[in-house]
């Protein structure tokens, strides 16, 4: 499987921004200002942490795994750097930006990586010992998470509105479960 | 907010099937054999229930509102009837059927309610008192809560694969929480 990993894995994260933006754009403004738990992210919030990562966390891990390897611990990476950075953006340009940069991202990927890195090694500063594999499958699974949480938002704005059925609605029920 | 429900509405069910193709159409063979939960469902098997809930569920129980109120129970409806019916049927034809099946349901629902009706009882067998609003806005939550179930079964093909990273992503460690 070594030898479709990177394949596999491009395939998912070259189509994420199409989907957040088939998902999203243009969805009247009554389903977006919910948050998927008490104190968690809108849709918004999601969209700009996928960009942050973009920016920050990916490629910039990439290089360092790929200049360093495990002789210097991968960066921290800032959870909140889109609250002031993206305040008074409208959605769909935060979309446009996500995709723009993610476009980015694989091309500089298919530049640095191939199938031979996959084994290199890194240190995470909290994890110890990750693999080149690691974090690109980190990065499939994170933009599988925060997606998902994207649809938890959404149903969050329907929590009163479907009445009695919340009850058989688990995506709401696991809302309420982790407030 | 009356005036607009039905649009709202309309407008998160009518682009699902587009998120469902975007998410999944070409999408490599590995990522699309795992369960959500060990008892759960594949991505094909949710593309199979939503198929479900357009033929038997959704508009069916639009009708029994519209025709009978709360007189009469609105029908059980059968989780599982996809397993035998779609054995052997590819995920892209499934994707298709569930695109022309929301399609014929919205237009349906464009024909038979208006927002006067909202307000119409049904008698659900279990939950009891229900409303119209309460049933459309359960077609829409039911659709977040499955299309979210996708991802997170999309995730698990990778659970092993991200190494210790698994630690900090919440999609993978909440699949194992259910098992």
């Known amino acids: 499987m070594t030898e479709t990993f990177l394949a596999e894995t491009t395939a998912l994260l070259e189509r994420m921004p199409r989907v957040v933006r088939t998902l999203l ?8 200002g919910t948050r998927d738990t008490a104190d968690g ?6 969209v700009g942490h996928l960009i ?3 920016l920050d966390d990916w490629i910039p891990r990439v290089d360092m795994i790929l200049s360093h390897g495990a002789s210097r611990p991968l960066e921290p990476f800032d959870r909140f750097a889109h609250v002031e950075r993206d305040a008074g953006v409208p959605l769909d340009r935060l979309i446009d930006r ?14 640095l990586v191939s199938d031979g890195d996959l084994g290199r090694l890194g240190r995470h500063p909290e994890l110890g010992e990750v693999t080149m594999r690691h974090l ?4 499939a699974v994170h933009d599988l998470d925060h997606v998902a949480q994207i649809y938890s938002a959404l149903a969050g704005s329907y929590d009163a509105t479907v009445g009695p059925w919340k009850a058989y609605l688990g995506i709401l029920l696991r809302r309420d479960a982790t407030n």
């Open 98 to 111: 996500f995709d723009e940069l993610r476009r980015r991202s694989l091309v500089t990927l298919s530049e």
């Open 136 to 139: 690109l499958a980190t990065w």
């Open 25 to 32: 754009e243009g969805l009247p403004e009554p389903w977006l």
């Open 52 to 54: 942050s990562a973009e």
């Open 41 to 46: 992210w809108t849709p918004r919030d999601v």
